[in-house]
């Protein structure tokens, strides 16, 4: 990159299919998941596609559970120059698997990725955006199996996720035995108010001008933002789960405008995986922000 060149911002693909998602939690059971139309290969193709087309790169955080049953797409994804991280096995959230099952599930997870792109994942994020102060161990396991990126956590408070008050702009997280770069998913300052902007859900429901906001603001402060879907977003025709309330209209809302909204996005800035984005800004290092979790209980 030179300085001539367009700030490149992040863009991330979190490998999963539609039975999988939290908002269907509860009305789709884990026992019955290889009953279900598997539909993921296909959206991720529209993904890469449309990707190629407009000349940009991502990082993909797949499911063990999914590289399992579509090692081709995976080998696609990796063939076609994109970054491929550990979205960890089967979506469970870190407080569920545990510490020990936390480990394993890594470890599964990067056994199947390595077979399929010929390199071991050091870059992940977690079911849910589920490392928060309740699972403050989970960074150090990380350092210890070899991963240098996280993207789990989430600078905003909410009921299932997030630790409020942590660093907006990409910084080191310390931990135990070491320290990860951590890079969270954009945020937009509305009213003085900080709130999550940069995913699908929020792509699918805002105006595109929310999204871009978030976006200049991390320009005007020299930093990528991050910006992350599914490819069940992209994905309108999916079998229908009856799930009502909240979680049901933020599963289904709008998924006929996705691919045509994330285009339109792509042809405006430019996009990277996470690491080709983080390196953009590698000689300042030592200045980033930092989070020492190392002392927290957990």
């Not at 299932?160 to 997280?173: F, K, N, T």
């Amino acid at each position: 990159m030179s300085a001539s060149d367009p700030l490149a911002h992040a863009l991330s693909v979190d490998v999963e299919d539609w039975f999988q998602v939290l908002n269907l939690a509860g009305h789709v059971d884990r026992a019955d998941w290889d009953k279900c139309e598997l539909r993921c290969g296909d959206s991720t193709k529209r993904l890469l596609e449309l990707f190629d087309r407009r000349g940009a790169k991502a990082t993909f955080f797949v499911l063990g559970w999914i590289a399992e049953r579509i090692p081709d797409v995976v080998r696609e994804i990796a063939a076609a120059g994109h970054e491929v991280g550990s979205h960890g096995w089967d979506h469970r959230v870190l407080g569920e698997l545990g510490p020990e099952g936390f480990r394993e599930d890594l470890r599964r997870t990067a056994r199947v990725l390595r077979d399929l792109t010929g390199r071991v994942p050091d870059s992940f994020r977690a079911c849910t955006w589920s490392i928060t102060l309740r699972t403050s161990w989970a960074p150090a396991i990380l350092v210890e199996e070899g991963y240098v990126l996280d993207s789990s956590i989430y600078p905003v408070a909410h009921p299932d996720y997030g630790i409020p008050g942590a660093p907006v702009r990409p910084y080191r997280l310390i931990c135990a035995g070491g320290e990860l770069v951590e890079f969270p998913p954009l945020t937009c300052r509305v009213f003085g108010r900080r709130m999550p902007v940069g995913g699908g859900g929020y792509l699918r429901l805002f105006p595109l001008w929310v999204l871009e906001r978030g976006l200049r603001q991390a320009e005007a402060e020299g930093w990528p933002g991050c910006v992350y879907l599914h490819p069940w977003e992209v994905d309108p025709g999916q079998p229908r789960v009856k799930v009502g309330g909240l979680r049901g209209f933020r599963h289904y809302v709008n998924l006929n405008k996705t691919l045509p909204k994330l285009d339109r996005l792509l042809s405006r800035h430019r996009f990277v995986g996470l690491a080709a984005a983080l390196a953009q800004r590698a000689s300042c290092r030592a200045k980033w922000a930092a989070l020492d979790v190392s002392g927290l209980s957990g």
